[in-house]
């Protein structure tokens, strides 16, 4: 959505009870894995959350939210889009499931405290990153900092952005008060 919002793309926004996948009638015809988001713009479907991004980008851009193949950081603008869902998000989906998804019975607080503990120290490349920047790559905004940033804002909300150094801190304020950001979060219902 926030890419969506970056780009000034209408949208049509479906909010389902959670997990969709047993929730929502007929959610696993329109995506088998049953996971969110799933995306679909005509006979496109796609359910991961940055190689949507990087659809949106190469399809629909014409405000530089990514980076052409010749320019000079394109590898590193690469390599955060990838590490945004393997690196960071992945241990926070863990710390989620096992703080505030399974039953109160199957709960594992020591596993979240160890995924916590793996996504903070995966932090440490984003705030060496940041040291005297204001994004990620080529001096601008791009949609490697929507990523990394959905990262962050996720850790955040689940009550580990207390352990974020200075550079993380800044960056994440810094990306709140986008008005695209803002933007997604009230068609979202969701809160800050």
């Not at 199957?106 to 120290?121: G, L, M, Q, T």
Request: aromatic fraction near 14%; charged fraction near 25%; charge should be negative.
């Amino acid at each position: 959505m926030w890419a969506l919002e970056e780009l000034g793309l209408s949208y049509d926004l479906v909010v389902m009870p959670f997990p969709p996948r047993s929730e929502y009638k007929g959610y696993l015809d329109i995506n088998p894995l049953g996971t969110v988001p799933t995306f679909i713009d005509g006979d496109t479907a796609m359910t991961e959350s940055t190689g949507i991004c990087q659809y949106l980008v190469e399809k629909y851009s014409s405000n530089g939210l990514g980076l052409d193949k010749k320019d000079p950081e394109y590898g590193a603008y690469l390599n955060w889009l990838y590490r945004s869902d393997a690196t960071f998000t992945f241990p926070l989906a863990i710390v989620l499931r096992y703080t505030r998804l399974e039953p109160e019975e199957r709960r594992n607080p020591e596993v979240a405290k160890d995924y916590a503990i793996w996504f903070h120290s995966r932090l440490r490349s984003v705030e060496t990153a940041l040291e005297g920047k204001e994004f990620l790559v080529a001096g601008r905004f791009t949609i490697a900092d929507i990523v990394v940033g959905y990262a962050l804002q996720f850790g955040d909300r689940l009550g580990l952005s207390d352990r974020y150094k200075t550079n993380c801190k800044r960056y994440l304020a810094s990306l709140y008060e986008r008005p695209a950001y803002k933007s997604m979060l009230a068609k979202s219902g969701v809160t800050n």
